[in-house]
Nanobody
Framework: QVQLVESGGGLVQPGGSLRLSCAAS????????MGWYRQAPGKQRVLVAH???????NYADSVKGRFTISRDNSKNTVYLQMNSLKPEDTAVYYC??????????????WGQGTQVTVSS
């Protein structure tokens, strides 16, 4: 059906940068909003950044000024540029997309997650 595949996670030192990518594939009409969430060990999954189909974006307070979300609709891909990373950014990062399968049928899909570890 629809798959979201994330990439770009890894180990980085404090102050470093990473760029996450999430590509959607499968049979669908279009993608509406897309977002990145993260889940640290023992904590709930929380929204990091969100971008609408018209490229309007918003961010969690904890990442404002450091993270940038963007999308390439021609590639059905959303990105998360993460700069000035801190140890508290360590988490599994998940991509989410509201996918229009057909007229009046919108379904939310999740990626499998990618680990980001910020440590010296």
């Amino acid at each position: 059906q629809v798959q979201l595949v994330e990439s770009g996670g890894g180990l980085v030192q404090p102050g470093g940068s990473l760029r996450l990518s999430c590509a959607a594939s499968g049979n669908f009409f279009r993608i509406n909003a897309m977002g990145w969430y993260r889940q640290a060990p023992g904590k709930q999954r929380v929204l990091v950044a969100h971008i609408s189909s018209s490229n309007s974006s918003n961010y969690a307070d904890s990442v404002k000024g450091r993270f940038t979300i963007s999308r390439d609709n021609s590639k059905n891909t959303v990105y998360l540029q993460m700069n000035s990373l801190k140890p508290e950014d360590t988490a599994v990062y998940y991509c989410n997309a509201d996918v229009v399968l057909r007229v009046f049928q919108v379904v939310g899909f999740w990626g499998q997650g990618t680990q980001v570890t910020v440590s010296s």
